[in-house]
T-cell receptor, first 117, second 113 residues
Framework: GAVVSQHPSWVICKSGTSVKIECRSL??????MFWYRQFPKQSLMLMAT?????????EQGVEKDKFLINHASLTLSTLTVTSAHPEDSSFYIC?????????????FGPGTRLTVL | GENVEQHPSTLSVQEGDSAVIKCTYS??????FPWYKQELGKGPQLIID?????GEKKDQRIAVTLNKTAKHFSLHITETQPEDSAVYFC????????????FGSGTRLSIRP
């Protein structure tokens, strides 16, 4: 149980284009989802907290107009990197928290490797 | 805000030996401490967690200890195997569904055959 998927697993795009990453909780309803980015050999950096049906809460320094987050259902959150540039190249990982049972445990997706040329 | 420090940053142990990773946290309100294992190119996988009402928890070869007074918690892996090689992250949170998890900087564990 508690499986989180991400799509795509990797994407390569040209500078200036937008890229959408999906995060799904497969076997549970996620009241809260989190988006992280991770640079090589570094820890995970929280970008934003996403609650179903409401606006995401962004961490300090994260541009909300550049990283658009939508959490339209209890099983799906999307992160859109708008007008991507090479410095946006990173490993993006989502996590989800169940609305029942262990409500403090974050289950992570497999990550999406974004490369911007 | 919460700050989690993790040591060592790299650890190499002989197969079959034990490995210990230590973390400290700063916010006394934190009450949930998960440990994650991340293999190359993959997302973090929860391997064990402990809550502040417990001092120790064990799951087969993995154990975690928590000292609330000192704000220390540690991961112990016994009888290490090659598949234990990975990056391990400790983390702390205040334990609600919307609580942020604050990660340590990670420990790269290598198991020597």
């Amino acid at each position: 149980g508690a499986v989180v998927s991400q799509h795509p697993s990797w994407v390569i795009c040209k500078s200036g284009t937008s890229v959408k990453i999906e995060c799904r909780s497969l076997d549970f309803q996620a009241t809260t989802m989190f988006w992280y980015r991770q640079f090589p050999k570094q820890s995970l950096m929280l970008m934003a907290t996403s609650n179903e049906g409401s606006k995401a809460t962004y961490e300090q320094g994260v541009e909300k107009d550049k990283f658009l987050i939508n959490h339209a259902s209890l099983t799906l959150s999307t992160l859109t990197v708008t007008s991507a540039h090479p410095e946006d190249s990173s490993f993006y990982i989502c996590s989800a928290v169940s609305g029942e049972g262990r409500t403090d445990t974050q289950y992570f997706g497999p990550g999406t490797r974004l490369t911007v040329l | 805000g919460e700050n989690v420090e993790q040591h060592p940053s790299t650890l190499s142990v002989q197969e079959g030996d034990s490995a210990v990773i230590k973390c400290t946290y700063s916010d006394s309100a934190s009450n949930y401490f998960p440990w994650y294992k991340q293999e190359l190119g993959k997302g973090p996988q929860l391997i064990i967690d402990i809550r502040s009402n417990v001092g120790e928890k064990k799951d087969q070869r993995i154990a975690v200890t928590l000292n609330k007074t000192a704000k220390h918690f540690s991961l112990h892996i016994t009888e290490t195997q090659p598949e234990d090689s990975a990056v391990y992250f400790c983390a702390a949170s205040k334990g609600s569904s919307a609580s942020k998890i604050i990660f340590g900087s990670g420990t790269r564990l290598s198991i020597r055959p």
